[in-house]
Structure formats: structure tokens, C-alpha cells
């Protein structure tokens, strides 16, 4: 009975796995593909020969659908052809109906060109711009710009506490997925069939979806930490976080970046990972806040993270995502120790909760964008300064040439260190030093 439900699991799980449904359902959702009549070798993430230092994700062929879950799709994907997905733009002159089906088509080129690897990815059309939009900006809320907005206007703006922790909850989650990602080694799926509407991560392992986590975690996790401090009806919290998550994790099946059974697992992957902090967010925060020993483990134990994280497999770009949320997480710890010990905390009385949101009017509205604004332009000129500063230092420590950011920043022992100092800075200055300037400008 056991060995029956083992093998009837690792069925339904390379069935998820194949690459297929990602090309039907992208196919379904209006992108065609512009791959040769020839079938050619699939990509899966293959970097070019001029980046030293990238590892190449070379896909594995002719796997067998019954011989475990696996690397990528489920037999021969190079024969595989999904009807709809070999499209071809030109046009005979003599059909005009033909003429008029063309005509709903636009091409485009892949979104966010990865500079490090240089892929640029495969020319698509798209028949329909609605969701090649929504599943855009779907894919946008796990991507770094959208928490540089969402995590300090939520700090600045309506809540700290509830930034502060989340930021916790965001930084573990990244290293635990990147992490196991690092551990499984599973190539993105395969093109042909799959259209690569995006190829900024096409080099980065696959499994778990990172965004699927990232994209369940934060939503979730508000929902978890404003549900009782925020008075709002339950349904209204749970169908915003849900549908969050859902337009995240379906979005990076229409971006051809992940199988189903990767956007699967990285959403159950992410709700244990809640699970675990739920209990203990609290008393993290807390030791944050008032252990004297507290920026001494912070650090210590974030730099122990990255270097086990780091020494789970050869340099990739998704080491720079880890090394960024991880030195997040150590500047907004730090400050938050800070904060507590110079009394420059800025969470309400627990005799105020549960907090309303206040009427809105147009001071409300023009202070709060004031806010963000200011903010915002001091966390860009500290990562300009800070990038200005940090990587011709380390090309000096280590010996390489720092006329070329790019090219310095294709090595490893530049990019982390680059990655974790900077985004510590700018994880402090958005906890500790944007507040202060605020209150001089009689913004708080």
C-alpha cells in the first residue's frame, strides 16, 4: 500500500514537472513563441562563455516520466511541439484573413535582461495584452524594486512593528529557499516548449519558486501580524493575501520560469516556513530590541547563514538575492537595536490597539508621500554611495580591475561581499536614520 501511494506521488509529480503545461497554459493565456521550424537543443539557463565565475544550468535530456521526479520535464522535450507554440509572425500577402489574425499579435522581447550572465533571451508575440500585463506586475511584487517600495512605506507610513518583523520573515524565507533551490539542483523549464517571458533568474536553479515564497510569505504574514492590531474584517485580510499569492505564483508559470510543481511547493514551502515564525516572531523581535548581546548574534549568525548558503554550490546569480536579503535583515536588526536603546521606537501604546486607519484627507495623503519620497531618495543616494565606495574597495582587496562594474561584479568574492554590505547600510539608514530625519523636518 505504502510503495503503491510512493509511486502514484512521484507520478502526479512529474506530471506537475512537465514542461508542457507551462506551454499550453502559456499558450491559453496568448504567448506564442518565435522558436525555429528545426527543433534545437532546449535552454534552460545556459550562460555565455565571457562570464566567469556564472555557473551554466545545463538541462538533462531524454529523463524517463516514471523515474523520479526530476530535473526539468518528463521525456524527450527537444520533440515535444505544443500546438500554438512554433509561431511564426509573417504574414502571407494574398490572406487577408490571415492579415487580420496578425494583427492582434505584438512582439516583444523578454522583461529585466540579466547584465551579469548577459542573456537576452528569445523574441515572443503576445495576442493578449491584459494579462501579459497583470502577470507582469503579478511577477514585479516579488521582484528587489517592489520591496524597496513596500518595506519602507510600510515602516514610515502606517506600521513598524509589522515592517520590522516581516523583514525577518522575508530575509529567512529568501535564504531557506534559495537555499534548498541550491540543494535540489532542478534546471527552469525547458524552451522549446516553454516561452521565456522573462530571463533575469533563467540561470538560477528552479525548485522551489522562490517568488511562489516570497509572493505567499509577505502577504500572509501581514494578514498574520495586522489581523487583531488593525481592526478589518477577517474575509477582507485572508482574500487580499490569497489572491496575492495566487497572481504571484501564477504569474511565474506565464513568465515560463517555473513548472506547476515548482509554484506548488514553494507556496506549501513558504506557509511552513510561517508556520515555524508565527510562534516565536514576538520574542525574535523582543531580543532584537533589548539583549545587549543582540548585534553581536545578529551578525554572527547572518554571516554564518550566508557562508553555509554560499558553500551549498558554485557561484550564481541567486547568491546575489541571498547575500541582499540577508544583509537586509542584518540592518534593520541592528537598527532596530538602536532605535530601543536611544528610545527612538515608534510602536503605539498596546493601550491604543486595535489601531484604525485615520480618515483620509489631502495633508494625510501629501505627508505621507512627502515621506516616502524623501525616504526613498535617501535609501537610492546611500546604495549609489555606498556602490560607489564598496566594490572598487573590494576589486583593491582582491585584485581585479574595477574599470568594468559588470565585469567586477561576475566574481563571487565581489558580488556577496558587495551585496551584504550594502544592503545592510541600506537597511539601517531605512530603520534608524530616515525616522530621524523625518523628525527634524517635523514629518513623524
Request: hydrophobic fraction near 45%.
Amino acid at each position: 500500500m505504502v510503495s503503491v501511494a510512493v509511486k502514484t506521488f512521484v507520478r502526479m509529480c512529474n506530471y506537475l514537472q512537465d514542461p508542457c503545461h507551462v506551454a499550453r497554459f502559456q499558450h491559453f493565456c496568448g504567448v506564442e513563441g518565435t522558436f525555429p521550424d528545426k527543433p534545437t537543443k532546449p535552454d534552460s539557463g545556459r550562460q555565455e562563455p565571457n562570464c566567469p565565475g556564472l555557473r551554466k544550468r545545463v538541462q538533462q535530456e531524454g529523463q524517463s516520466s516514471d523515474g523520479g521526479v526530476g530535473n526539468g520535464a518528463a521525456g524527450d522535450v527537444t520533440a515535444t511541439h505544443v500546438k500554438g507554440m512554433q509561431g511564426d509572425d509573417t504574414v502571407t500577402s494574398g490572406d487577408p484573413s490571415a492579415a487580420d489574425h496578425d494583427s492582434d499579435k505584438t512582439r516583444a522581447k523578454p522583461l529585466r535582461r540579466n547584465s551579469l550572465t548577459g542573456d537576452v533571451g528569445q523574441e515572443f508575440l503576445i495576442h493578449n495584452q491584459f494579462l501579459f500585463y497583470l502577470f507582469t506586475f503579478g511577477t514585479e511584487l516579488g521582484n528587489e524594486m517592489f520591496f524597496i517600495i513596500f518595506f519602507p512605506f510600510l515602516f514610515w507610513n502606517i506600521d513598524a512593528l509589522v515592517s520590522r518583523r516581516l523583514i525577518v520573515v522575508w530575509a529567512w524565507n529568501l535564504f531557506v529557499g534559495q537555499s534548498t533551490k541550491d540543494m535540489i539542483r532542478w534546471s527552469r523549464p525547458a524552451s522549446p516548449p516553454v516561452v521565456k517571458v522573462e530571463v533575469f533568474y533563467n540561470s538560477e536553479y528552479s525548485m522551489p519558486s522562490t517568488h511562489a515564497m516570497t509572493g505567499t510569505a509577505i502577504p500572509f504574514c501581514v494578514f498574520m501580524l495586522t489581523y487583531g492590531r488593525w481592526q478589518y474584517p477577517f474575509l477582507f485580510g485572508f482574500c487580499v493575501a490569497l489572491s496575492w499569492s495566487v497572481l504571484v505564483c501564477v504569474s511565474r508559470v506565464y513568465m515560463g520560469m517555473h513548472s506547476i510543481l515548482e509554484v506548488i511547493t514553494g507556496f506549501l514551502y513558504s506557509l511552513l516556513v510561517l508556520a515555524f515564525f508565527q510562534p516565536i516572531l514576538e520574542k525574535i523581535d523582543n531580543f532584537y530590541m533589548m539583549d545587549h548581546y543582540a548585534p553581536l548574534v545578529i551578525i554572527m549568525s547572518h554571516v554564518s547563514l550566508g557562508l553555509v548558503a554560499f558553500s551549498l554550490d558554485s557561484w550564481s546569480t541567486s547568491r546575489g538575492d541571498t547575500a541582499q536579503g540577508l544583509g537586509t535583515g542584518v540592518g534593520a536588526a541592528l537598527a532596530t537595536h538602536v532605535n530601543y536603546q536611544l528610545g527612538l521606537m515608534q510602536d503605539p501604546p498596546l493601550t491604543s490597539l486595535p489601531l484604525t486607519l485615520p480618515p483620509l484627507s489631502t495633508g494625510l495623503v501629501l505627508r505621507s508621500l512627502l515621506r516616502f519620497f524623501i525616504g526613498v531618495a535617501a535609501l537610492l543616494i546611500t546604495r549609489t554611495v555606498m556602490k560607489a565606495v564598496t566594490i572598487p574597495f573590494l576589486c583593491h582587496v582582491f585584485g581585479l580591475p574595477s574599470d568594468d562594474v559588470r565585469k567586477a561584479r561576475q566574481h563571487m568574492k565581489v558580488e556577496l561581499p558587495y551585496r551584504y554590505i550594502v544592503y545592510s547600510v541600506v537597511g539601517f539608514v531605512c530603520v534608524c536614520f530616515v525616522p530621524v530625519i523625518f523628525r527634524i523636518l517635523n514629518l513623524a
